[in-house]
């Protein structure tokens, strides 16, 4: 009977373990990215880009999706805010031009609680 290649964690290869762990670490850091936008967009956008009712409901649910959140999950989703932080509030360049203009006192708490992680505790 012809063996798995991956039968048991023997045939794994350190480097390929590294690669593994690697492309993991991509993949929870993308779908954090994608979570950030659509929190985003979830408690920020207005009605004319997405309904009321369902910005509500969603926003109703974080609590569980908190929750549901992998320490991992909760990590890459915070250093995605921070990131994010950076980017929005940076000081002006060199011609004069910030984003953090644009930014509400709301959307700097939110960005804040995201970062540091303290809305884990708020919502979750």
Partial sequence: MPRLLFQNSRHFSLPLLRALKS????????????????????????????DPDYSVKCQESLSEYFSAMTPAEKEALSTVALE?????????????YTPRKLVTEEQRAFLEALASGDIFDQWG
């Fill in 23 to 50: 492309h993991g670490d991509i993949r929870i850091k993308t779908l954090a990215e994608l979570s950030f936008e659509y929190l985003w967009l979830v408690i920020f956008a207005g009605e004319d880009v997405i």
């Fill in 84 to 96: 994010a932080q950076a980017r929005l509030l940076a000081e002006p360049d060199k011609h004069g």
